[in-house]
């Protein structure tokens, strides 16, 4: 069946430094992927998405390409702030977003 | 314009108990989803409804099982509860067109805990 798998986290990294989260999949058909960002106590915010290879997605300050070949949506931040602190989450679905099928969540600190 | 709206946010309950939560999407939105979070087996769909029908259905025994109203708000139920079915239970609702435009709003969840 379709998986999602990303890097184990925590991350931890000091402001204004450069994040990445790896996002691999594996899929039958030809899926659109998404990141979503949940703060503590909160639900899921949708960050960004991209619906066909090759399609960027981006949304404050925060980008990811999507990569048939490599089967990957890498998550991608060239300056991080504290209050990026949060749990990300790689997701992919066949059906513009319904019925998401989620990668296990990585943990981010950010340290002033 | 309003989010998604959970209620109750928090439940405590005891094995064999039944609970059900419900779900508000934002207006004008007609798809429901619902979805599972723990932290051993992360975030996983249960199921999701589109004018008042399931529409999809995860891998989650018949205790699990939901309905929508005509007015898109929606339950679920757990009846039979079991100490692994304490988890975080998020609500997500869109327009359900089925566009690729299409984006999921979660609600902030319902935190069930059985003891």
């Known amino acids: 069946g379709d998986s999602v798998t990303q890097m184990e986290g925590p991350v931890t990294l000091s402001e204004e430094a450069f994040l990445t989260i790896n996002c691999t999949y594996t899929?039958?058909?030809?899926?659109?992927l998404f990141w979503y960002v949940q703060y503590p106590g909160e639900g899921l915010q949708l960050l960004l998405k991209?619906?066909?290879?090759?399609d960027k997605g981006s949304n404050k300050g925060f980008e990811a390409t999507y990569r048939k070949e490599t089967t990957s949506f890498h998550l991608e931040k060239g300056s991080v702030q504290v209050s990026d602190s949060a749990v990300y989450f790689c997701?992919?679905?066949?059906?513009?977003?319904?019925?998401?099928?989620f990668g296990g969540g990585t943990r981010l600190m950010v340290k002033p | 314009k309003a989010g998604v709206t959970q209620t109750p946010r928090y439940l405590i309950k005891t094995r064999g108990q039944q609970v059900t939560l419900s779900c508000s999407p934002i207006?004008?939105?007609?798809?429901v989803s619902w979805y599972q979070q723990t932290p051993g087996q992360g975030l996983q769909f249960l199921f999701e409804?589109?004018?008042?029908?399931?529409?999809n259905k995860g891998n989650f025994p018949g205790r699990f099982s939901g309905r929508q109203f005509s007015n898109s708000r929606s339950e679920m139920n757990v009846s039979t509860l079991e100490l692994g079915d304490s988890a975080l239970y998020l609500c997500?609702?869109?327009?359900?067109?089925?566009?690729?435009?299409?984006?999921?709003?979660f609600g902030p969840g319902t935190r069930l805990t059985v003891l």
């Open positions: 997500a609702s869109s327009l359900g067109a089925g566009r690729s435009t299409d984006t999921q709003y």
């Open positions: 899929a039958t058909g030809y899926p659109s």
């Open positions: 991209a619906t066909k290879a090759d």
């Open positions: 997701a992919l679905s066949y059906n513009a977003g319904n019925m998401l099928t």
């Open positions: 207006s004008g939105h007609r798809s």
């Open positions: 409804y589109f004018s008042e029908t399931q529409r």
